[in-house]
């Protein structure tokens, strides 16, 4: 059994939601990824913590990879999001084209 058209702006209406909830969180996590690039350092400003040098660069990199692949991520979750939505959408307006047809 198929939605009704009503189902169906609902269920557009709540994706097109989750679309701009991930959509807003992606500048948050470009702005964490420049963040933590800013913080990067070279051994001589490390100075006398040298031996915590390669961990904390080594975690430093590794927390601003993950920040910059999620806000890929994050984008495009939000752009999938769009598209169903554009589909619920679609399918509402082909439905109440048939309906107009047969009247």
Do not use: H
Not at 16 to 42: C, F, H
């Amino acid at each position: 059994m198929g939605m009704t058209r009503e189902e169906m702006r609902v269920a557009g209406n709540a994706l097109n939601k989750e679309s701009k909830l991930w959509g807003d969180e992606a500048p948050q996590l470009d702005s964490i990824q420049s963040s933590l690039a800013s913080m990067s350092l070279t051994r001589t400003e490390a100075g006398i913590f040298q031996i915590m040098y390669t961990a904390y660069e080594d975690c430093r990199s590794v927390v601003e990879d993950r920040a910059r692949e999620g806000a890929v991520e994050f984008r495009l979750m939000a752009d999938v999001l769009l598209d169903i939505s554009k589909a619920y959408k679609d399918a509402d307006e082909a439905a109440a084209d048939e309906l107009a047809a047969v009247w």
